[in-house]
C-alpha cells in the first residue's frame, strides 16, 4: 500500500507523539518494544514498505535453500 505524502507527514507526526507517549507509560520494556515495532510497521506498511510476513517468509525460503544443499 502507498499513501500520499500529505497524509503521511501527518501520520508520521502522529506517531512520534503515539512513541513518546509509550515511553512515558509504565509499560515493561518488552511490552513498550512490541507497541513501537507494530506501529512503526504499521506506518511502514502504509508507505509501501513494509509487507507482514516477509520476513518470516524469506528464512523459510533460506533454510528450504539450505536443507536442500
Known amino acids: ?10 501520520i508520521n507526526r502522529l506517531l512520534a507523539d503515539y512513541l513518546t507517549e509509550i515511553e512515558k507509560s509504565d509499560l ?8 513501537q515495532v ?3 510497521n504499521f506506518v511502514r506498511w502504509i508507505n509501501g514498505e513494509f509487507t507482514p510476513g516477509e520476513v518470516k517468509k524469506s528464512k523459510k525460503q533460506a533454510k528450504e535453500n539450505t536443507d536442500k544443499r
Open 38 to 40: 507494530q506501529s512503526k
Open 28 to 35: 515493561k520494556p518488552l511490552s513498550a518494544q512490541v507497541y
Open 1 to 10: 500500500m502507498k499513501t500520499q505524502s500529505k497524509y503521511l507527514d501527518e
